[in-house]
């Protein structure tokens, strides 16, 4: 088990009001990410495929933009043709992706540079203090701040009484 789904585990457990939904949005990261900002990568290992300039980092893989960090076992860069910065990350393996006091785990996320959004799929926990969500597919705008979670939303309510 993971470290956020224990986590999440922990504060779900004794509370009694479960909302399930087909899709919702809600807030992501305390502030807005400045996603011109430099993307920073540290891996154990770096392979580069020279017929496409992609680069694929495996092992440990921690990228940084900004205050958000997200970590994987393997993410895949793919540069714009024009060879003039990255277009999109491709992560895969044990995904976390935190942003302020929030932080969600998946299987894959896909994050496009240019439009600021990531999108996580694959058993998609994120935490929020005490409370969880979990869904199939969760999307991030980075510009506003929000996500939205589909496919299978489920969470449970804090009464107030806990």
Known sequence: MTFFRAIACVALLGLTTPAIAQGTKVAFGAIQQDTSAPVEVSADELSVDQATGAAIF?????????????SAA???????Q???G?????????VTL?????AAE????DYDID??????TGDVLMTQGQSALSADR???NLDDGTARMQGRVKTILQTGNN
């Not at 495996?58 to 997200?70: C, H, K």
């Not at 393997?74 to 714009?80: A, F, G, M, Q």
């Not at 990255?86 to 044990?94: H, K, S």
């Open 58 to 70: 495996t092992g440990n893989v921690i990228i940084g933009q900004g205050a958000m960090r997200l």
């Open 115 to 120: 439009d600021g959004v990531i999108v996580m």
């Open 106 to 109: 998946s299987q894959r996320a």
């Open 82 to 84: 024009d060879s003039q």
């Open 138 to 140: 969760m999307t991030v």
């Open 98 to 102: 935190v942003s302020g006091p929030d």
């Open 86 to 94: 990255i277009q999109r990350l491709e992560a895969t393996g044990g």
């Open 74 to 80: 393997r993410v895949l860069v793919i540069y714009r």
